[in-house]
């Protein structure tokens, strides 16, 4: 059965309430995926038939889950940073985050690995794109894959040494 994946704390603040919401009317207009929460936490009472709360699970079944998903869903708003959108890509998997947080938003567009989506429609809507176009699904998880290898501590600590090497020749060139 082709699954969507939710990894992260079972948190009202990490939009879990939400999406359900957004994958219920994905599911009233003909959506066959079903919706699977993986993390920490209390699940959501009286959850569909089409939703599983899988509680903690190891890190080789995480890793498993990643691998089996449709794609995996972000319907945070309140993220810093996600972790968890790097760890799909790295996993070759799609993602299909809220629009309505700009780090979401702009880590997805960064990356070029996922879609947006804005409300229950869009959400469904995007999510349909995904289910049926297996080539997008890869094109999207290797567009993310790639972007996640320039996203090291290594690669980081280049960027960094470059922008210091930039601001030390400007220097001296204005004196």
Known sequence: QPFVLYVGRMDPGKGV???LVDHERYRR???GADLVFAGPGVSPPNLP???RHLGA???QDREDLLAGAVA???PSV???YSLVLAEAWQAQ????GTGRGAVVAGQTARSG????YLDAASYARQLRRLESDPELRADLGATGHRWTQTQTPAAYADRWQELIETVRAQARSAR
């Open 78 to 80: 309140n993220e810093s």
């Open 29 to 31: 207009e003909g959506g």
């Open 113 to 116: 690995g996922g879609l947006l």
């Open 72 to 74: 995996l869903a972000m």
């Open 57 to 59: 699970v190891s890190r």
């Open 93 to 96: 998997l799609p993602t299909l």
């Open 17 to 19: 309430y939400s999406l």
């Open 49 to 51: 038939p089409w939703a």
